[in-house]
């Protein structure tokens, strides 16, 4: 499998996990949600690395590695969004197994909040990967 279609792999992934993310939104599942939504934003992540040729930790927080990526690049993106996503991808894999396990009761609030910040993550994926392919 190429890095080209890995990326297109991981990216329909992130899709197809993001639909589960708001159907356990939908079924009042906060920690499932929450942790469908850390999914959601780590294949995104991982999909643009790949992309992009780079290899990236296998942790569930690659972000650093993106950001820093697209900066040294010298890519357009807004700095103050990668600063976001490098703080939500941190924080989202530090409650990922606690919030499936149910260490930590997840409030609708906090998932509702998830939900939207990874449906921003995969937003901005997919604009980014049609911009590397080129599509502008």
């Known amino acids: 499998m190429t ?3 890995r990326a ?8 197809q996990v993001a639909d589960q993310m708001r159907g356990a939104l939908q079924q009042r599942w906060w920690n499932l949600a929450v942790r469908r939504a850390q999914e959601v934003i780590e294949l995104v992540v991982k ?3 790949n992309e992009m040729g780079v290899e990236y930790p296998r942790t569930h927080d690659a972000a650093p590695v993106l950001v820093e990526t697209i900066q040294r690049r ?4 807004d700095s103050s969004f990668l600063e976001w996503l490098r703080g939500l991808s941190r924080r989202m894999a530090e409650v990922r197994g606690p919030a499936f396990y ?3 009761e997840v409030g609708e609030s906090d998932a509702r909040e998830a939900v939207t ?4 993550v995969l937003a901005f ?3 980014l990967h049609r911009q590397l ?3 502008r």
């Open 3 to 5: 890095n080209h279609e």
């Open 8 to 15: 297109d792999h991981l990216l329909a992934e992130a899709a």
């Open 47 to 49: 999909g643009l690395l």
């Open 74 to 77: 010298k890519m357009a993106a």
């Open 102 to 104: 149910h260490e930590i």
């Open 117 to 120: 910040a990874a449906d921003r």
């Open 125 to 127: 994926g997919r604009d």
């Open 133 to 135: 392919r080129g599509g």
